[in-house]
T-cell receptor
Framework: GESVGLHLPTLSVQEGDNSIINCAYS??????FIWYKQESGKGPQFIID?????DKRQGQRVTVLLNKTVKHLSLQIAATQPGDSAVYFC?????????FGKGTSLLVTP | GAVVSQHPSRVICKSGTSVKIECRSL??????MFWYRQFPKQSLMLMAT?????????EQGVEKDKFLINHASLTLSTLTVTSAHPEDSSFYIC??????????FGQGTRLTVV
C-alpha cells in the first residue's frame, strides 16, 4: 500500500471554481477505483467509481479520469460548493479489500 | 445506497479494559466485512478482512490477539480491542460488501483510551 504522511495535502478553492484532486496508485493490476468523500468524524462516502476498461466517467458535477499508463487517477468537481469541503480519498480494489490513498483536504472558501 | 451501521459512535474506556465495536449491514448480506483504523489527518489503514463463518485475515503488523474479529453472521461483525492502551485510541471504521459489489462504510467509532 501507499505510505501515509503525517499531514494531508490541502487544496483551497473559491466557491464556484472547479476542483481537481489527484491520486497516484501503485498496483498496475488494480481494475477498479473509487473516490470517497470523508467529512470530519464520519465514515467515507462513495462519490464515483471507474473500472480499468474506461478512462473517464462522469457523474453529477463530478468526473473521474483514469490514466493507466502512469497509474494516475483524478477527481474533478465542477462549480465547487462549500458543502464539498471534506477530505477526498481515492481507493483501489485489491482482491476484495480497498486500499486507500493518502487523501486530500479540500477547503472551499466563499 | 445500502446502510452499514456501526455502534457505538464514540467510546471512552480505561487502559487495560476491552472494548467491543459492532458493525451491521442493515439491508443486505455482507459476505465480507473489513475493519480499518484511521489516525488524525491520515488515511484509512486496513486492519483485517473477515468472511462470514471464517477466521479473519489480518494485515501485516496488526495483532490478531489484540484485535479480535468475529463475523458470525451475514449481517454482523464485531471488533474487540482487548487490553486497550492509549496508543489504541483511534477512529475505527468498518466496511461491508456482498461479494465484489460496492463496499459500504459505517459511520466510524471514535475510541479514546484513558
Amino acid at each position: 500500500g501507499e505510505s501515509v504522511g503525517l499531514h494531508l495535502p490541502t487544496l483551497s478553492v473559491q466557491e464556484g471554481d472547479n476542483s481537481i484532486i489527484n491520486c497516484a496508485y501503485s498496483n498496475s493490476a488494480s481494475d477498479y477505483f473509487i473516490w470517497y468523500k470523508q467529512e470530519s468524524g464520519k465514515g467515507p462516502q462513495f462519490i464515483i467509481d471507474i473500472r480499468s476498461n474506461m478512462d473517464k466517467r462522469q457523474g453529477q458535477r463530478v468526473t473521474v479520469l483514469l490514466n493507466k499508463t502512469v497509474k494516475h487517477l483524478s477527481l474533478q468537481i465542477a462549480a465547487t460548493q462549500p458543502g464539498d469541503s471534506a477530505v477526498y480519498f481515492c481507493a483501489e480494489n485489491s482482491g476484495y479489500a480497498l486500499n486507500f490513498g493518502k487523501g486530500t483536504s479540500l477547503l472551499v472558501t466563499p | 445506497g445500502a446502510v452499514v451501521s456501526q455502534h457505538p459512535s464514540r467510546v471512552i474506556c480505561k487502559s487495560g479494559t476491552s472494548v467491543k465495536i459492532e458493525c451491521r449491514s442493515l439491508d443486505f448480506q455482507a459476505t465480507t466485512m473489513f475493519w480499518y483504523r484511521q489516525f488524525p489527518k491520515q488515511s484509512l489503514m486496513l486492519m483485517a478482512t473477515s468472511n462470514e463463518g471464517s477466521k479473519a485475515t489480518y494485515e501485516q503488523g496488526v495483532e490478531k490477539d489484540k484485535f479480535l474479529i468475529n463475523h458470525a453472521s451475514l449481517t454482523l461483525s464485531t471488533l474487540t480491542v482487548t487490553s486497550a492502551h492509549p496508543e489504541d485510541s483511534s477512529f475505527y471504521i468498518c466496511s461491508a460488501r456482498y461479494w465484489d459489489t460496492e463496499a459500504f462504510f459505517g459511520q466510524g467509532t471514535r475510541l479514546t483510551v484513558v
